[in-house]
T-cell receptor, first 111, second 114 residues
Framework: AQSVTQPDIHITVSEGASLELRCNYS??????LFWYVQSPGQGLQLLLK??????LVQGIKGFEAEFKRSQSSFNLRKPSVHWSDAAEYFC?????????FGAGTRLTVKP | KAGVTQTPRYLIKTRGQQVTLSCSPI?????VSWYQQTPGQGLQFLFE???????NKGNFPGRFSGRQFSNSRSEMNVSTLELGDSALYLC?????????????FGPGTRLTVT
């Protein structure tokens, strides 16, 4: 069965600084990978997804992620963080029968 | 296009009662999935419905059930509520069934069991 690990429970960055959120997955076949963002009291919004092809994926709100098969990773990046990016971020892998989510990384943005 | 809607948004129930949550998918979407989100367990998959049939099911007891109607709207039922069922229940819809289809999430129903 597939699984997802997000090693960082909580990250704090200054506004304007760069951001990288880590995600490692385990899945036997070609993974379908996703990053979602959840603001307090809200549902999840899809930031980007990887199915195949170019390993660098562009998403909404200036986010991008890079798929590295050799490292089983799909890290999320943003060159310059805005205060409105403060939220919880979830990495997910689509398996045979369901979607598995990581535990999430809470992002705090300092002014 | 309207997003995924879930009703009610908040619910307080007592142990032993049952509850029904409703989800209306995006127009044209035929697949509806349900998830439970708790601080301790995170996001866990409950089940997926496509064309009125349950296609996949997560590792939850039989007290959790669901159904999908011909208009793709879905309901989730939890019987004999336990304190541990307190959670945010999220519904997600997609055009098709399976992992390659992008899921769109509703705002969730916050269930509190006392």
């Amino acid at each position: 069965a597939q699984s997802v690990t997000q090693p960082d429970i909580h990250i704090t960055v200054s506004e304007g600084a760069s951001l990288e959120l880590r995600c490692n997955y385990s899945y036997g076949a070609t993974p379908y990978l996703f990053w979602y963002v959840q603001s307090p009291g809200q549902g999840l919004q899809l930031l980007l997804k990887y199915f195949s092809g170019d390993t660098l994926v562009q998403g909404i709100k200036g986010f991008e992620a890079e798929f590295k098969r050799s490292q089983s990773s799909f890290n999320l990046r943003k060159p310059s963080v805005h205060w409105s990016d403060a939220a919880e971020y979830f990495c997910a892998v689509g398996g045979d029968n369901d979607m598995r989510f990581g535990a999430g990384t809470r992002l705090t943005v300092k002014p | 296009k309207a997003g995924v809607t879930q009703t009610p948004r908040y619910l307080i129930k007592t142990r032993g009662q049952q509850v029904t949550l409703s989800c209306s998918p995006i127009s044209g979407h035929r697949s509806v999935s349900w998830y439970q989100q708790t601080p301790g367990q995170g996001l866990q998959f409950l089940f997926e419905y496509f064309s009125e049939t349950q296609r996949n099911k997560g590792n939850f007891p039989g007290r959790f059930s669901g159904r999908q109607f011909s208009n793709s709207r879905s309901e989730m039922n939890v019987s004999t509520l336990e304190l541990g069922d307190s959670a945010l229940y999220l519904c997600a819809s997609s055009i098709g069934q399976g992992r390659s289809y992008e899921q769109y999430f509703g705002p969730g129903t916050r269930l509190t069991v006392t």
